[in-house]
């Protein structure tokens, strides 16, 4: 487009302008308003008004020299010391002081410039992007010249192998990323539950007996010998971490494939969200519903933990237990499922 | 100067302190002693309490849970639950129920405390329960790091880590635990009132329960470090004062930032 089409085009005129094809430019819908009218401040139309506005700019700057003085003050007046209030007032008063510090300038000088500094306003038009003929054919020149000079369209050897050279400068970073963390290998499908693992209470580790497990109990159970390990504690403790609750043996619907699972009414469920991997714990004894409390996906203990409410889309995992000739609970093995929320290859 | 000089032997102040520690020890110790001694426990029930409880009971719960405690449709059976249940349901003013909902609510209490002994008693001849604890089962004497440890892996996901509640399903709600007396804590851990499971003696020993007492009486007692807390909800709540308030100021900010001055 030349100058002068730009320049008609942009004046809002509401004719359209005929470009050879079939397309039609439609005017603007909003037009230009221009610019406002000036319109004079109090503060340059009356003295009162100047000096009010004068005052207030200090009285900010006082505000703020108020609020660093009483961060000073408030430091040393409210000291932290053992009691935990004490830690909420310090900082409290401190951070309001050192607020009313930054806030008190901030506001003064903004009210100081749109008050009482000159309101001359300025207004400049932008300029095209485009760059006018001289500079383009100018430019084409400069890359020309670059061209010539460096040979790069003359010398295929050179270029070519700088081509080569920049295809394969970023491979090592896929060695780099793929070294960002182990693999997870088969982690995600085992935990520390193995044939004969005692059930233990959370946190104390003591073994729990069938008998402990009164009807509406629900115990937070850890595989014994968690509280032991030298190192990944709280990885294994978070795939192993158990709910046990026992129900009335006739409140329980049991597939034939799990009527061994359970003991005695007893059954164990893992406590990890199969949505997102929270702790599912809210269990209500009356109605056996078990809620996760991050998005309520809510599981039936009666009925193999199946989902029936929320977001999660599996049972959770359930631990095939029994007892040991002591009387203390144990797995049978690992659960058979991965516990936790789904997973690529799952 | 004179004054300056040691007129007594510095070991004196040590005497005079060891010794007013002694004494409002041994004081305090003798006043909840007798405090104690007080207060009798449910086990020596006279036979004219129990038959004043039975009275009771018949008057105000057996249209429900019948004429025996045997339990009806409408509620049920009371036989074996303990002097723990029958205090925390009555004493809270959970019982008698007002009316039917997700679940039962606090309101005033319908019994003075001899009544509620007398039902007690009553409930203690029913068969073997869990009973009412002692002063000392409660006292808020325990270890509060230990307390905050085993609330947070057997309380909180429903109760909230510092007490405030939080909803369950279906409407049922898990109550905030502020202000509710040591006693109703551990009766309610002790006997499983409504939705709540069941907390036995091997599952939480007398000694966690007394720990758990003692953490949430720290937690009422201390502010929180934080600030303000809120009501303690959570990241919803404070989301929403944040876009709310802070959010709100931040854009009154800009739009007097951007006005012009009058």
């Given at each position: 487009m030349s100058e002068k089409k730009l320049a008609k085009s942009g004046s809002?005129?509401?004719?359209?302008?005929?470009?050879?094809?079939?397309?039609?430019?439609?005017?603007?819908?909003?037009?230009?308003?221009?610019?406002?009218?000036?319109?004079?401040?109090?503060?340059?139309k009356s003295v009162k008004h100047e000096k009010a506005a004068a005052r207030q700019v200090a009285a900010l700057f006082l505000v703020s020299i108020a609020g660093s003085a009483f961060a000073v003050y408030a430091y040393f007046a409210f000291p932290?010391?053992?009691?935990?209030?004490?830690?909420?007032?310090?900082?409290l008063l401190l951070g309001l002081g050192i607020t009313l510090g930054l806030f008190g300038i901030g506001i003064g000088a903004v009210h100081w410039a749109k008050t009482l500094m000159p309101d001359a306003e300025v207004s400049e038009e932008r300029h095209q992007t485009r760059g006018s003929e001289e500079v383009r054919a100018r430019a084409v020149e400069i890359i020309k010249l670059a061209d010539s000079e460096?040979?790069?369209?003359r010398r295929k050897l050179i270029r070519r192998s700088l081509y080569g050279a920049l295809a394969l400068f970023p491979l090592p970073a896929i060695m780099i990323f793929g070294d960002l963390g182990p693999n997870p290998g088969d982690t995600l499908r085992h935990t520390m539950w193995k044939k004969g693992t005692r059930l233990a209470k959370d946190p104390t580790g003591t073994p729990i007996k069938a008998s402990d497990v009164t009807l509406g109990s629900v115990f937070h159970v850890i595989p014994e010998g968690l509280s032991e390990l030298e190192h990944g504690k709280l990885e294994e403790k978070a795939k192993a971490a158990v709910l046990l609750v026992r129900l009335d043996p006739a409140d329980l619907k049991e597939s034939d494939e799990r009527k061994s699972w359970s003991y005695d009414g007893i059954v164990a469920y893992s406590k990890i969200c199969t949505h997102v991997g929270c702790p599912v714990a809210l269990y209500e004894q009356q109605t056996h519903h078990l809620l996760?409390?991050?998005?309520?996906?809510?599981?039936d203990v009666t009925d193999a933990c199946k989902v029936i409410f929320g977001p999660a889309s599996r049972p959770l995992p359930q631990l095939p237990i029994t007892v040991d000739a002591e009387g203390y609970l144990i797995a049978q093995s690992d659960f058979t499922e991965p516990v936790g929320p789904s997973f690529w290859e799952r | 100067m004179a004054f300056k000089k040691n007129r007594r032997s510095p070991l004196a102040a040590v005497i005079v302190m060891a010794a007013g520690l002694a004494l409002t020890g041994g004081g305090y110790a003798a006043a909840t002693a007798a405090v104690e001694a007080v207060k009798p426990v449910s086990a020596v029930a006279s036979a004219d309490q129990i038959s004043e409880g039975r009275k009771l009971f018949l008057a105000n719960c057996a249209s429900c849970h019948g004429k025996n405690a045997e339990g009806t449709k409408a509620a049920p059976s009371l036989i074996g639950v303990g002097g723990a249940a029958v205090e925390f349901q009555v004493d809270s003013g959970r019982m008698p129920g007002q009316a039917s909902g997700p679940q039962l609510q606090v309101k005033k209490k319908q019994f003075t405390d001899e009544q509620i002994d007398a039902l007690v008693a009553y409930a203690t001849t029913l068969g073997n329960g869990p009973d009412v604890p002692?002063?000392?089962m409660i006292a808020a004497n325990g270890d509060a790091t230990r307390g905050g440890e085993l609330f947070r892996i057997n309380c909180a996901m429903c109760h909230n880590a510092v007490g405030a509640g939080?909803?369950?399903?279906?409407?049922?709600?898990?109550?905030a635990l502020k202000g509710v007396p040591a006693d109703h804590v551990y009766e309610a851990m002790l006997t499983g009132p409504q939705n709540m499971p069941v907390f036995n003696d091997a599952n939480l020993t007398p000694k966690d329960k007394k720990d758990i007492i003692t953490y949430l009486k720290f937690v009422e007692e201390n502010p929180s470090a934080g600030g303000y807390e809120l009501a303690n909800l959570g990241p919803v709540v404070e989301g929403l004062f944040t876009w709310i308030f802070i959010l709100g100021f931040i854009i009154a900010i800009t739009i007097w930032l951007g006005a012009k001055s009058n």
């Amino acid at each position: 487009m030349s100058e002068k089409k730009l320049a008609k085009s942009g004046s809002h005129n509401a004719e359209h302008e005929y470009e050879g094809g079939l397309a039609v430019i439609a005017p603007d819908a909003v037009r230009d308003p221009g610019l406002e009218p000036h319109r004079t401040r109090m503060t340059d139309k009356s003295v009162k008004h100047e000096k009010a506005a004068a005052r207030q700019v200090a009285a900010l700057f006082l505000v703020s020299i108020a609020g660093s003085a009483f961060a000073v003050y408030a430091y040393f007046a409210f000291p932290i010391t053992e009691a935990l209030g004490t830690v909420r007032n310090n900082t409290l008063l401190l951070g309001l002081g050192i607020t009313l510090g930054l806030f008190g300038i901030g506001i003064g000088a903004v009210h100081w410039a749109k008050t009482l500094m000159p309101d001359a306003e300025v207004s400049e038009e932008r300029h095209q992007t485009r760059g006018s003929e001289e500079v383009r054919a100018r430019a084409v020149e400069i890359i020309k010249l670059a061209d010539s000079e460096s040979g790069f369209s003359r010398r295929k050897l050179i270029r070519r192998s700088l081509y080569g050279a920049l295809a394969l400068f970023p491979l090592p970073a896929i060695m780099i990323f793929g070294d960002l963390g182990p693999n997870p290998g088969d982690t995600l499908r085992h935990t520390m539950w193995k044939k004969g693992t005692r059930l233990a209470k959370d946190p104390t580790g003591t073994p729990i007996k069938a008998s402990d497990v009164t009807l509406g109990s629900v115990f937070h159970v850890i595989p014994e010998g968690l509280s032991e390990l030298e190192h990944g504690k709280l990885e294994e403790k978070a795939k192993a971490a158990v709910l046990l609750v026992r129900l009335d043996p006739a409140d329980l619907k049991e597939s034939d494939e799990r009527k061994s699972w359970s003991y005695d009414g007893i059954v164990a469920y893992s406590k990890i969200c199969t949505h997102v991997g929270c702790p599912v714990a809210l269990y209500e004894q009356q109605t056996h519903h078990l809620l996760c409390p991050c998005h309520q996906s809510t599981f039936d203990v009666t009925d193999a933990c199946k989902v029936i409410f929320g977001p999660a889309s599996r049972p959770l995992p359930q631990l095939p237990i029994t007892v040991d000739a002591e009387g203390y609970l144990i797995a049978q093995s690992d659960f058979t499922e991965p516990v936790g929320p789904s997973f690529w290859e799952r | 100067m004179a004054f300056k000089k040691n007129r007594r032997s510095p070991l004196a102040a040590v005497i005079v302190m060891a010794a007013g520690l002694a004494l409002t020890g041994g004081g305090y110790a003798a006043a909840t002693a007798a405090v104690e001694a007080v207060k009798p426990v449910s086990a020596v029930a006279s036979a004219d309490q129990i038959s004043e409880g039975r009275k009771l009971f018949l008057a105000n719960c057996a249209s429900c849970h019948g004429k025996n405690a045997e339990g009806t449709k409408a509620a049920p059976s009371l036989i074996g639950v303990g002097g723990a249940a029958v205090e925390f349901q009555v004493d809270s003013g959970r019982m008698p129920g007002q009316a039917s909902g997700p679940q039962l609510q606090v309101k005033k209490k319908q019994f003075t405390d001899e009544q509620i002994d007398a039902l007690v008693a009553y409930a203690t001849t029913l068969g073997n329960g869990p009973d009412v604890p002692t002063e000392e089962m409660i006292a808020a004497n325990g270890d509060a790091t230990r307390g905050g440890e085993l609330f947070r892996i057997n309380c909180a996901m429903c109760h909230n880590a510092v007490g405030a509640g939080g909803a369950l399903t279906e409407g049922k709600y898990a109550p905030a635990l502020k202000g509710v007396p040591a006693d109703h804590v551990y009766e309610a851990m002790l006997t499983g009132p409504q939705n709540m499971p069941v907390f036995n003696d091997a599952n939480l020993t007398p000694k966690d329960k007394k720990d758990i007492i003692t953490y949430l009486k720290f937690v009422e007692e201390n502010p929180s470090a934080g600030g303000y807390e809120l009501a303690n909800l959570g990241p919803v709540v404070e989301g929403l004062f944040t876009w709310i308030f802070i959010l709100g100021f931040i854009i009154a900010i800009t739009i007097w930032l951007g006005a012009k001055s009058n």
